[in-house]
């Protein structure tokens, strides 16, 4: 079946902007998350929907990041105002849940943010 | 503080022979694990997890991980090296953050090299 996706893949865009980036979840998985991972860094939790709950934004690092989750389903990250430090490449996952289990994720290929 | 560690960042094995990438953990309470793996240019992709059960995980393409309580370790092993597992590996676990949520936490990588 489909994996999640996200889109665009690349985006450059100039210091001050603002962007938005789109993530297709697997169908049925009520869970999607959302990283950014930086060269030479690991992966660094952003934030966190579960189906109708309020969001886990405990990792978004400035309030010029926001998330949103339409439908339970697509969810667009957005970055205001856009510094050089944004660049790196986000990455959305997406995992079932229930009876109190935590599944593992499944992942996007990625988009790679660059500020120029 | 709970975490993760990956303490190399790097692990270089010939080809045909056994392979380790290592991690440990710190967290309370009973740990749920995971190793993903990132092809370049490419998403995570999960190899296995380990919830409870048999301290010796099996996952994808031949990889297994062994649960250590003692030594709080998770490490991942296969028993023959092949060109084409060159990645980067990541150790995850899971932890709480709070009101009910929970979060993956994911080590700072490990770049293997298989030499031919």
């Known amino acids: 079946g489909a994996g999640v996706s996200q889109s665009p893949s690349n985006k450059v865009t100039e210091k001050g902007k603002d962007v938005e980036l789109r993530c297709d979840p697997i169908s049925g998985h009520t869970a999607l998350y959302w990283y950014r991972q930086s060269l030479g860094q690991g992966l660094e939790f952003l934030i966190y929907f579960q189906g109708n709950s309020a969001p886990d934004k405990s990792g978004l690092p400035s309030d010029r990041f926001s998330a949103e989750r339409t439908g339970g389903s697509v969810s667009t990250l957005t970055i205001q105002r856009t510094q050089q430090e944004d660049s790196a490449v986000y990455l959305c996952?997406?995992?079932?849940?229930?009876?109190?289990?935590?599944?593992?994720?499944?992942f996007g290929p990625g988009t790679r943010l660059t500020v120029t | 503080a709970q975490s993760v560690a990956q303490p190399e960042d790097q692990v270089n094995v010939a080809e045909g022979n056994p392979l380790t990438v290592k991690c440990t953990y710190s967290v309370s309470g009973n740990p749920y694990l995971f190793w993903y793996v990132q092809y370049p240019n490419r998403g995570l992709q999960f190899l296995l997890k380990?919830?409870?059960?048999?301290?010796l995980v099996k996952g994808s393409y031949g990889f297994e991980a062994e649960f250590n309580k003692s030594q709080t370790s998770f490490h991942l092993k296969k028993p023959s090296a092949l060109v084409s597992d060159s990645a980067l590996y990541f150790c995850?676990?899971?932890?709480?953050?709070?009101?009910?949520?929970?979060?993956?936490?994911f080590g700072k990588g490990t770049k293997l090299s298989v030499i031919p």
């Open positions: 996952a997406s995992s079932r849940t229930g009876g109190g289990l935590f599944y593992e994720q499944y």
């Open positions: 380990y919830i409870t059960g048999d301290n």
């Open positions: 995850a676990v899971r932890l709480y953050s709070g009101a009910g949520s929970y979060q993956l936490t």
